[in-house]
Structures are given as C-alpha cells and as structure tokens.
C-alpha cells in the first residue's frame, strides 16, 4: 500500500525521536528558544499509569526553570524520610534506622515521587504555551540516510528520515489485563506493565513491518540534527550503530502501585526491607494514598537465554512475596493501580553521538534498575544538557564545536549512574549476614553507609563537568570518561574568590532580595532556562568606594559598543537576550539606589524605562530570614567576584569581579561574532 | 416583544446576581458544597484591565484553603515595603520612612497586588473544576417577589425573580476610549475605567427598561436564597429597600495604571507621597511592569450636586497633578494599560439580609475610597463567611439560626472598614502640617503612626467574631454592632488553655509534620474549605501516660457508635466528612507509633486501609525548621487543648483536650440530628 501514498517532503531544525520524558525535555527546550522541531512517538497515546519515578532534587530546580515545579511538588509526594528495616538478633524484623530521605541543605527541592504521565502532562502543557511543536504520536521512521558530506556545515540537512503515520489500531499496542482484587465480589480490570518491561521482547520491528504495509501516510524529513529518545531498544541507535555494553544480572524483581492495607509502621516512609531469607522490598509511597513496592522475586522460573519466565509472574505472585518479606506485619490491597516485572540490566552506549548531528538520549544510551529512582532524571537531564547546545547552534550564537561537550559530559554521568546502580543493587539484592563472620550475607551497616553516600548522588546535585570550551578550569583535565576531542577553553578560573561554587557543577541557590523591591528570591529562580548565558556579578560591598569604582569600570566596558555582550548578541534583539548581567551586591540594600549603578546593570528601554529586575542584594528579608549568600557562595564581600554560568545553570567559569579580559576571552572561545 | 416570549421556570437553592469578586467566592464555595445554584451578571463579558486590588494576607489564607493561593501568589506583584516621602525642612521631596508593609509574622503570605480579572478567572477556573456552575452574563433580574409565609420553612422558595437574557448588544457597555501615548508617532487606545467610576450614574435602570424591550428571553426562576453580589448600585438592594448611609467626600482622585519611566527612586515600593501644597501620591506597584498611581486632584471642576465633573478628567490632566506632586522626580509614560477617576464615599448598609433568606455582600453594602486595598478584600471575605453557612442549612446540616449570624458578623467588619478608610484617607489627602503649630496641616508622625497601626486591620487578620451560637465566648457580648438577635451558644470556652488562639478569630498556622511521613505542613493547608467543622485535638506529650490515658478515653468517645460526629453525619457519608478529627501531638514523632492511637483519630477503610493524613506533630522538621507550634499556640504539653474550628478557619471553641461533653455541647447549639 506504501508506494502508492503521495511522498511530502520537508526540512527541520531538529527531529526528535520518541515522546518520553527525555524527548518532551528536549522538545520543550526547543520550544523556548524558536528551534523549527518535530517530536515523533510510534505509540499512539501517552501513557496513564504505573512508570512513576521518583524526582531528584535537581529534576524539580531543572522543572522550576521551565516554570513546571509548582505543579509537580504540589501533586506529588514527598519523600522526607528513610527507614530500614532488618531482622534483629532473633530474626524478626525491626526498624533499625531512620535517616534523612534528602541530604538538608543542598537544594530548595527535596526528592518526591509522581506518575510519569503526569510529568508528561506538565511538559505538554509547556510545550503548547511556548510553540506550534505537538507530539505526533502513531508516528514511525522506518529508514535513515547520513549523508557525510553535509555533516561539517551546520547549516545543512545531513539526515534524511522516512515517517510513517501508523493506523490507529496498530499504534495501539494491546496490554494484558488482569482481575483486580476486590471485597464486594465485582471485578475490575488492572493495566499490566509488563508490555514495557525488559522481560517482554520490543515490537519495534514488527510496527515497522505493519507499517510498511500498512501506513497511512509516507513523509520524507530532511533534518539538522535527530535525537533518539526511543528507549533501551532505541531505533535510532541501531541506524546509527552503537551499542549497550553491560550485562543483566540474575535478580528479578515484581512492581506492585497499590493503595496498602498493612499495619506496617512505616508505609508512608520509603523503606528498605531485608528480610533473612526470603528477599527485599523496597516501599515506595506515592501520590494518591498509593505505594509502589519493588518485590525480589527469588524462586521466579527462568527460561532460555537467562530471561525470567513471563507467564509465571502475577500480581498474586508478587503479593505473597512481599507478605513473606513483610512478616510478621500484614499486608494487602483492595485497589492495584499497575504492576510489571523486570530483571536488572546495567548497560551504557559505547558513543552518544554519529558526528555530532544525531545524538542518543535516555535509556537509549543507559538502563539500569529503577529502584533508585535516577531513570527518568538521568534522562531529561541528558537532553536538557543537550537542548540548549544545539538551540545556540542552530540560532547562530555558537560554533558547533560546544556539541562535542553532551558526550563527554553525559557519558560521564551514565557510567558513573551504572556503578552506582551496581553497588546499589547488589547491596539491596543481598541476603543480611547472619553476623561478622558471614562473608556472603550483606552487612547491615555497609548498606546503611552506602545509603547515605548515595544521596548527594541520587540528588542529581553532585554531577560536575568536565574541562571544555565551555567549563573553564585546570583541575582535572585527566578525569574525561571518554575519547572525544573536547577542546578547553583558554580562560582561568579563580576558584578561590568563591569557594562555595565548584566550576563544572550546577549554581547553588540561596536567597537574594531585588533591590528596587525587597522581594527574596532563591537565585536560581532568576536563571530560568531561556537560553540565556549569564554573568553574576558580586561586586562585594558598595559602601566601600573601591568596590563601586570597580564596578563602574567594569559596566563601562560591558556597556561600551564594543563589548563582548554587544559582540554577540544580534542587534535586533534587546541587550540582555544573549548574555545577561545580574548583580547581587553585599548590602546593605537601604545604602545603595539602583539609579546609582551603571546602566548596564539596569538596562534602559524607551517604552519601559529602568529594568529593575537584574540588581539584588544580600540582605535580610522582611519574612524570609537572610540568604547570606556571600557566605554560603564563599565570595569575600570586601573583594567581590564575578561568575558566567551557563544556560543549564552549570558554573563556567569564576573570575574577579571586573576581570572584563578573562570574561570575553572565555566567550571567544565558541561564540559567533553576529 | 417580552410578552411572546414563553416563560421558563425553574427552582434553585441559591440565586447569585452578581459575578464579581464577591459573587464568585460564593460560587465557588457553594460548587464545593453540592448546592444548586445560579449566578447572573448583567454584564455580557468579564473585565480585562483595570480594577486592580491589593490581596491581603488572608485573603491569600482563603484562596489557599480553596487551592488557588499558588496562582495568585506567583502572577501577583509582592509588596514588601512601605515608603513614605515628605517635604523636608526646604519643602523638597525626601524619603522619611521605610517600613514592612505585611507585619511579619501574622501570616505566611504577604499582601500582593494582582489585577482583578486575574483573580475571577481563578475563580472561574475553581468553579468549573468542582461543579456544572456556570456564570450566565448578560442576564439581569428584572423583578422580585417575597412570599414571607414561605421564609420559616428552610426547605420552602419563598425567593421569585423573573430573569431576562440581554441581546449581547445591550449587554456590552460602550466605554470610553482614549489616545495612548506613544513614541514611535502611532496611536493606540487605552480602556477608560470611568464606566464603572462612581463619577458615572449607574446604568441599571437603563438596562431594566431595555431587557423590558428587547430581551431575547424570559426566566422565572424560584429560588430559597438569593445573594445581592451586585455592587454599590445593587439592584437587590433596592428591591428589598435597604439603605447605603454615610456621605462623599470633597477628595477627587485620578487613577493611572502605567508602565512608568521615571527616576524616583521607589517606584518598586509601595509609596505614600505628600507634597507641600500640590496633594498626594499613593504608589503601587504591580505585576507586568506596571504600576498603579493613586493621584489627588486639587483643581478639578466641580458639577452640579457636588459629584466632580467628568468630562474634565483625562490622563493626561491626571498625569500632570502626579508630576507636580512628585516634583523634583521626573514622571512619564509610554504605555498606560487603564484610568479612571473617582470620589472618596464612605457608607454602610442599614441592613445586610431580609429574613436571612435575602443577603447584601460586597459593594452592595459597603463602599469606601479603594487606596488601602480593601475593598475587594472584604467583599470576598462577606461570602467567604456567608458561603459554608448556606450550604450547611440547604444540606441540613445546621438549623437555620446560624444565619443571623452573617449579618452581625460581617456589618461590624464594614462599619470597622469604614471608619478605617475615613481616618487613613483623611490622613492620606490632608496637606503635610508645616511645623507643630499647623493644626490644618497632617503631622507626618502622625501618618506614620496611623499606617503602622493600620497594617493589622488591613491584613485581615484581625477581624474577631463576636459571640454567638457557633463562637462559644463570653467576654465581649455587649460588642455587637446591630441589633439582629443572636442566640449564643451554651459551651463555654477556656481561652486560657491556648493563650495564642483568640476565639472568634481565625486559627494562627504553624508548621506540624504529619506523623506517618514527616512532611511538614502549614496547619492551615490542612484546613481545606470543603465545608466541614473540625476537632484540632492537642493532647501534649503522649510519652506521659496521664495524658495518653485522656487521649484513649477520647477516642472511645468520638468514636463510639452514639457520639456527637456520628450524630450529625448522614450515615452514607464517611465519617470525617460533617466533623473532622485531627491531632496535633508534642512530640517527638519517633516515640509515638500511629497504630497505638484510637482509630477514630486515623480511621480505617476497607479498600483503602488506615488514614494517614490526620495525625500531625510538633517536632522538628528535616529542611524546614520547627514550627514550635505548641508554644506559638500556647498550649502546655503536659497538659494539652482542644479546639474547634468552623469551615471558615474561624475559632469556635477552645477547652479541655478530653472534654467531650462541652464539645458535644456545642455542636448541640445549632447542628440537626441526621
């Protein structure tokens, strides 16, 4: 039937390959910086339940720089505490520890946990608000061409993909259903994970097959740039022909989302369970009276190839696992929400990118058990480290060489995710020792140690890049992961002027008050993802006259018509729509007027007059308490500093306060004169 | 042509006219409340500008208990501080003060400066998502009959009013329309907020005499109550003969909403300017750049009946009184999103309900200048009070009699709101006295003191119910403002147990971790308005056995099969959905297990198990602090309270922890056997 369908043809900026949530990530970035994008999904709906994951502290900041977190933190729930439990002498269980769920203090965010579909919705609805990009959902590539040739101009279309539009009944894969427990005798119907799990084979091929056959509509694409978002059995990563390196191991677990009836103590709190002989669970508490629990599953039939038998996994199976776990405590459901099975697998992708035009993303490129909640993170924080990157190239801003930093960044944090994981499931996976002399049983204490080194990792707050043309520092060069010819920038970081920023990790945020209004903010909240690059100027004290003239010479030479900021920035667009200054001086704020700064600081428009939304000032709020951020950022406020971060809130360089020289030569390094 | 109309009729329990802010909060209310009711407005479309309003703190506090709170908060403008600039000693212009403008501490919000469109979509939105309620604009009430045989009997309709459907031409109001300033030479036009000004006689006779004409359809409709939501020329009003009584004053104000281009200092701050001879400023900042200026004008022309001649009034008259008054300053615009004019009238309705079947709310009975941000304010708090009352009388769950309390609750709030507003306008417009012996002059530390001590009364906080059937207190009986008879209740409270919970007033909010998962909440988040009373139980510290022994006898009570809670819940409701329970314990959370708590306090479900959201603690939180709730409260933990709160937040009562029998008491007054 295909070669009979009319051939459209047409060209975009960027087309991005499955609808997930390191695909909407990506669209709606791209969606915020006016990059012509398609995103194409082959199922035919988005899904509706089960897939919840945890929010790491830094996915909620990323969301609040889209303007998303409200909605996530205000539905989800909030995971504030950690309990394990462990048989004590005799064997019976016992809450042995309580700990902080999150580490206090490293975000404003704290870890909390919410369906995916949910998280979905919210990028949707930001998507739409920001553009005409919509997710074409039933939709299919069934052939891929690079052309080479076309890969070093970034102006042109390398890639060429065909689309098919599948029909509503084959992009609607079938779940299994299974009876739902329930006391007044009626039975209900309860969605199967299973169809995504990895012990269920992909049907990618066979929706390619179908649509060959049976499409509604052929399209040619011509593309820029293609991102595969398509999961672990990625499309795109065949075409391009990389590979997952990794093994499954032998552990299985089962998935149960129900709503409890238990009189364990800690149902609300996440726990770790180890019983003596009978496995794991992992609870979960979720948003809607829910909790998931992550059930080892020791006796599950294995078939060929090492696969966990599919048909011998049940809700009911699961249960009574779990129950056997949980004893003495009793536990049961009414209402189950969704349940799935699946076996551990760590694997990382041996590249994460075919010449810097198609990119690999997500579970493409890592997969890994879910019970540490980082999947989903670890995800949409590949693409929004991405996103913005190739928005700059496309726009014109940048030189195409800041491409080649999303590998040598992210395959970084992949392969540090999966030793993670590792470590983790091992120590989950394991039976408890019986005493010191138990080599092959889990120390209980080992588990706790490991637990709480694991949050500032599973925070998603401790993920520092590496030296490139766009992170400025000398420390350590050594560390790359990976083979990329990663250029690195001629400027120098001062480290020492602000000893609570590390170069290469994210800005961290502390209460900053607007000078014209005394309103607090948490200063990432002014460094919202736009696609603007930023200069924080901290010029210290301005009651001390070396302070204010060094700050006077500094906004003349940002304000001159020659600057680095002018340099870069299109002159149809408004001065601080490339690169923006804000400035949060040491206070007192009641000694400075804004009217007193130079201008660049508060830019000047004819219709709209002063900008008072740049200046800030560290001082105490009228309700909030004070920020102290000059302490907490370790800036001496007697001296000052400067910083550049990136447009993913990522520090890229730190400098003296007025050190205009380093600032432009670090930008030289990859912007395009406009 | 309306007597070839055919005539509907129909039956509603509560007929709204008026959609305004006041109408609104009662819509909303009543959507949560499963109560039939219609809302009309004679206007054929909402307001788009214009008509800005400060948000207090508390009703900041509603709109969270009704989950709204959010969207204000982050649309708004937050006002953080109070300037006050006078004529020093050489008569030029100088910033004397700076003060907070919230009183840190009353609340957890801040007053916010929020456009009042913003603020009915809210509604709107919240109405929709809780009911089939829809505003019907274009729809006027033409006539009105009262059938007093009928007004005893709750059940009964004695309320008939013909409803007639506006062509949409008649319903859209022509307004003025203005030239816009502008620097390119183009011309744009800005909307004119004199239509709606009190310097323009009011339409409404108007608008009968067409809908007589022309209306496109007739309704009957028969209702058991009906609200007047329907402004200061409240049709309502005079078809029940009640009067507005008080007096205009001689002050005319100009009204400008610009984006301002100027160098004073403190545009951002909300501004009290008083010039030596030219009149004042008031300053208020708001969301989208813009900024509302309050202006005097000192020479405006003066009609017939003293009313302000309003075809004298431009902006650009208004905006040359606000720059001679803020002189050496300069003051301009290039964009002016709305104006209007207007003359200070301070009145009160003689009367606010006809046999508590017909109430008067918001404008309909009280209108004062709007500077001090009150006015919208108060008109939603007069049907946030009345809301809950109706609901519970329709849905026979109260008897009638509480009623009468809307009318000696809400008419001493206006009569204090009116001379509020006549003392700080007299203040406001007075000319700065020159030395000590200018007595027609304004002492400035006057002013100064009159502002601060205003702030109190104009964050809402402060309103105090006095006694009656559902505020169980004796000390200020003589205080009621009117002479509707009030029966009061028979419990007696012993405030002396929580020296921090006034009763009449609404309940302070502290921050308490929820028992079972240690997440922290304002107590007030937990105080949803979905009409239900609440028992906040304080039993102390339960790790003192006297003290769990009354919190177990306590338990037994409630829950026991002929307690007061299960009296007055319909026996196919749950249990917490009339009465509800919630405990605020001690501490610490780690020494108490929520199972060894008496169900009726955690009540269990067979599909959905054991409540975990009912038991509250007052004990240190993870990353936010300790709400010391106890002590704020001032409450003894060795010795523990309770208190009960009506829908509204508002305290009822307060006693013993375990005094069942005063509680039941209480509830006795007014609530009907189900």
Redesign the interface.
């Known amino acids: 039937m295909s070669d009979v369908l009319s051939t459209k043809e047409s060209h975009v900026d960027v087309l991005i390959v499955g609808a997930g949530p390191a695909g909407l990530m990506l669209a709606n970035w791209l969606s915020r910086c006016g990059v012509v994008t398609r995103i194409v999904d082959k199922r035919g709906t988005k899904i509706f339940n089960g897939q919840a994951d945890g929010l790491q502290c830094r996915t909620l900041e990323i969301f609040d720089s889209f303007d998303i977190a409200?909605r996530a933190w205000?539905e989800s729930?909030?995971?504030?505490?950690v309990c394990l439990w462990n048989p004590d002498e005799h064997g019976v269980l016992r809450r042995s520890n309580?700990m902080?769920?999150?580490s206090?203090g490293i975000s404003r965010f704290?870890q909390v946990v919410l369906h995916q579909g949910r998280i979905e919705r919210f990028f949707l609805d930001s998507i739409r608000a920001h553009s005409d990009i919509t997710v074409e959902r039933g939709v299919l590539p069934t052939s891929f061409q690079f052309d080479d040739s076309k890969a070093s101009d970034v102006g042109d279309y390398p890639i060429t993909v065909t689309l098919r539009t599948l029909s509503e009944a084959v992009a609607t894969v079938a779940q299994r259903q299974q009876h739902h427990k329930s006391?007044d005798g009626t039975q209900e119907v309860v969605s199967d994970g299973l169809f995504r799990s990895n012990l269920v084979a992909d049907d990618t091929e066979d929706l390619i097959r179908k649509a060959t056959n049976d499409a509604e509509s052929v399209e040619t694409v011509r593309a820029k740039f293609m991102v595969g978002c398509d999961g672990a059995h990625s499309w795109v990563r065949h075409q391009v022909g990389f590979r997952l390196e990794g093994d499954s191991t032998d552990y299985v677990w089962g998935v149960l989302d129900i709503?409890?009836?238990?009189?364990f103590?800690d149902?609300?709190?996440r726990c770790a369970i180890h019983s003596v002989n009978s496995g794991s669970v992992m609870v979960i508490?979720r948003e809607n009276?829910l909790v998931r629990l992550y059930i080892q599953l020791k006796e599950t039939e294995r078939g060929q190839g090492g696969k966990a038998d599919r048909s011998s996994i049940t809700p009911e199976i699961i249960l009574q696992h779990a129950q056997r776990i949980i004893h003495p405590y009793k536990l049961d459901y009414?209402?189950c929400d969704w349940w799935t099975a699946y076996q551990i697998g760590q694997r990382v992708g041996d590249h994460f990118s075919l010449r810097d035009r198609v990119f690999l993303a997500g579970d493409a490129v890592h997969t890994h058990s879910p019970k540490a909640g980082q999947g989903m993170n670890v995800s949409m924080q590949d693409t929004y480290n991405l996103g913005w990157k190739i928005a700059h190239v496309v726009n014109g801003y940048s030189e195409g060489s800041i491409l080649k930093t999303y590998e040598s960044e992210r395959r970084q944090v992949a392969c540090d995710l999966i030793n993670f994981d590792h470590r983790f499931s091992r120590l989950f996976s394991g039976r408890p020792a019986k005493d010191l002399m138990d080599e092959q049983g889990v120390s209980m204490e080992e588990f706790k140690d490991a637990l709480e080194k694991s949050r500032g990792f599973a925070s998603g707050i401790a993920v520092k890049y590496g030296a490139s043309v766009i992170v400025a520092k000398t420390e350590d060069l050594a560390d790359q992961e990976n083979g990329t010819d990663v250029r690195v920038s001629s400027a120098i970081s001062k480290p020492h002027l602000a000893t609570g920023i590390d170069v290469g990790k994210r800005m961290p945020s502390f209460k900053v008050l607007?000078q014209?209004?005394?309103?607090p903010w948490h200063l990432q909240e002014l460094l919202k993802s736009n696609g603007r690059w930023r200069l924080i100027v901290f010029p210290g004290q301005l009651t001390k006259p070396e302070n204010m003239q060094r700050l006077q010479q500094l906004g003349t030479k940002l304000g001159s018509s020659d600057s680095f900021i002018r340099q870069y920035t299109p002159s149809c667009q408004t001065i601080d729509s490339v690169i923006e200054v804000l400035t949060v001086h040491a206070g007192p704020r009641?000694d400075v007027?804004?009217?007193d700064l130079p201008d660049i600081l508060h830019p000047y428009d004819?219709?709209?007059?002063w900008d008072?939304w740049k200046v800030f000032v560290d001082d105490k709020?009228?309700?909030e308490g004070h920020g102290e951020a000059y302490a907490s950022y370790g800036i001496d406020p007697t001296r000052g500093a400067s910083v550049i971060l990136r447009p993913d809130q990522h520090v890229s360089w730190v400098g003296e306060m007025d050190d205009y020289d380093e600032m432009s030569k670090f930008f030289s390094g990859f912007m395009k004169p406009q």
């Open positions: 409200h205000n729930n909030h995971m504030l505490e309580r902080a769920d999150t206090p704290q006391v709503i409890p009836i238990t009189d103590p149902i609300r709190h508490p009276k009414s209402y607007n014209s209004d005394a309103r009641a007027e804004l009217l004819e219709r709209t007059g008072y709020s009228y309700h």
